[in-house]
C-alpha cells in the first residue's frame, strides 16, 4: 500500500448525475404547466417555464462544444 494508494480517494472525482436533475426540474415543470393550465393561473405556467429552462441548461449537451 503506497502513498499513491493513500492519496487518491475514489469518491473525490464522481460528480452526480446531471441528467438525474435535469429530469426532476422537467418532469416538475411540466407539472407546473398542467397545475397552471388547469386552474388558469399564470403564476404556475411561469414557473413552468422556469423549470423546462433550467432543465435543459442543466442537461443539454447542445450547450457544450463540439
Do not use: C, E
Not at 448525475?17 to 411561469?46: C, E, H, N, V
Request: charged content about 15%; hydrophobic content about 50%; overall charge positive.
Amino acid at each position: 500500500m503506497g502513498l499513491n494508494n493513500i492519496m487518491y480517494n475514489h469518491n473525490m472525482t464522481s460528480r452526480r448525475p446531471r441528467k438525474r436533475f435535469s429530469m426532476i426540474f422537467l418532469i416538475l415543470g411540466m407539472a407546473f404547466l398542467a397545475i397552471g393550465l388547469a386552474t388558469d393561473q399564470t403564476t404556475f405556467t411561469w414557473a413552468s417555464i422556469a423549470f423546462v429552462l433550467i432543465s435543459l441548461v442543466m442537461g443539454g449537451k447542445w450547450l457544450r462544444k463540439k
